[in-house]
């Protein structure tokens, strides 16, 4: 344990006297601070739906009568009359539109002079011209829904009935009084759409600057000169905890920088990015454990990745395997996040090299029992301690080995031959 202690002292001043990750961690925890305190320290209500400072009536009064009017941006053509200018400009909004003939429609679009142009044929037919349709191209749909009704108003009128009472009861409001008594999967999903990444990031990049270390030191033979001193398996357990400590001090200064501005600030953005920074206190640590957990279990992997070769430029081909298997998991996750309560993600939840993302995804958007996060952790704490003892055998016996890399196979056999 002393020796452990000796190269985790060693390698954790490394981190904190590398410029680059203080500066870098420093800069993103004071600029995400920065941003959210914009709103108490200047008024962005005409930016953001946020309540804006002192009594703004006058000046919101002077802006209504100077404020331009928008440029006609829509032609419509509609020789027989079915849709109303009130009806158009409820779809398209007051100022926006102008009658046109069809010919001159597609040249001011062709030209890029309008954005599109709608042709009404009847109270079912409608031609849409656009030259480059977005994807939140929502225009279309909102000029369909108003000739729907004009069709509508259109059939009352000629079978006498009345338009207002048949639309009051089949479009009669609902009175929804909602309780969510287990978890708001909407609320949660983007913060632990965040948490996915963040957690996803913190692998691959601490994980290759463990495995780049490894192979560094055996690479300038100071390997041979840090056994003389300790144990193969003592500068593993040092590195891999030291590159823990240090991601755990990087991300956890940026977030409570970040969470802890909104929450002083929150009043002020209104609450509207609650569904990003507003999170629970369970989620924060089930995040600490399992993505904790899922950091030792890879970087003990990345450990004995990076002992298995010589030269540092060998290290992404080392590791491209267990590079593949993060990438799926990852992937997998993303995608069940709209299907937490699923098999797929269940099963997931309990193995060990995606039980860090799946977990804790159940626990921030599902319902999960607290046998199933237990018998999870369980299981993830002791892949943790069993991956570690096999990198400390891999990296034992590949340390010393130089010239072309080892193969892992080769590594097993050895290990089997040994018992």
């Known amino acids: 344990m002393k020796k452990i202690l000796l190269v985790l002292e060693f390698e954790l001043k490394e981190y904190l ?4 990750f203080v500066g870098t961690t420093l800069a993103i925890a004071l600029l995400g601070a920065l941003l959210l305190c914009l709103p108490t320290l200047f008024d962005l209500s005409g930016v953001l739906p946020v309540p804006s400072k002192g009594n703004n009536t006058v000046a919101e009064e002077e802006t209504e009568e100077t404020e331009e009017e928008p440029e006609i941006i829509y032609y419509v053509k509609d020789e027989q009359g079915i849709l109303t200018e009130t009806m ?10 102008k009658y046109i003939t069809e010919e001159n429609m597609e040249e001011a679009i062709k030209s890029e002079e309008i954005d599109a142009g709608f042709v009404i044929r009847s109270y079912d037919e409608m031609d849409y011209y656009v030259l480059n349709k977005g994807m939140m191209d929502m225009e279309k749909e909102m000029l369909e829904s108003v000739l729907v009704t004009a069709g509508q108003m259109k059939y009352c009128e000629e079978h006498n009935l009345d338009f207002e009472e048949m639309n009051s009861i089949y479009n009669k409001e609902i009175v929804v009084n909602e309780e969510i008594l287990g978890k708001d999967t909407e609320s949660n999903f983007w913060y632990c759409y965040i948490f996915e990444m963040l957690v996803f990031m913190m692998i691959v990049l601490y994980g290759q600057m463990i495995a780049t270390a490894v192979t560094a030191e055996k690479s ?11 144990t193969p398996a003592s500068l593993l357990f040092g590195k891999v905890i030291a590159g823990a400590i240090a991601s755990v001090m990087q991300v956890g200064v940026i977030l409570i920088s970040i969470l802890g501005s909104y ?10 990015l609650d569904m ?4 629970p206190g369970e989620v924060l640590l089930t995040f600490a454990f399992f993505g904790l957990g899922g950091f ?23 590791i491209s395997g267990l590079m593949m298997v993060i990438m799926i998991v990852y992937f997998l996750s993303l995608v069940q996040l709209s299907n937490v309560d699923g098999i797929i993600i269940k099963v997931l939840s309990f193995l060990p090299f995606s039980s860090y993302s799946a977990m804790f995804a159940r626990i921030a958007m599902g319902s999960v029992s607290m046998v199933e996060v237990v018998i999870s952790g369980v299981i993830l704490v002791a892949s943790i301690i069993g991956a570690g003892w096999l990198s400390a055998v891999i990296y ?11 193969k892992f196979t080769k590594i097993l056999k050895e290990m089997k031959n040994d018992k």
């Open 276 to 279: 990003v920074l507003d999170i």
């Open 263 to 272: 929450r002083l600030n929150r009043k002020a953005w209104g609450g509207i």
């Open 88 to 97: 158009i400009t409820e779809a398209l909004g007051e100022g926006t539109w």
């Open 17 to 20: 006297e590398n410029k680059m």
């Open 396 to 406: 034992r016996m590949g340390t010393l080995r130089y010239g072309n890399p080892i």
């Open 220 to 230: 300038n033979r100071s390997m041979e000169v840090l056994i003389t001193s300790t």
């Open 296 to 318: 030792l279990f890879y970087a003990f992997l990345h450990g004995a990745m990076g002992a298995l070769v010589s030269k540092t430029e060998d290290v992404s081909k080392a």
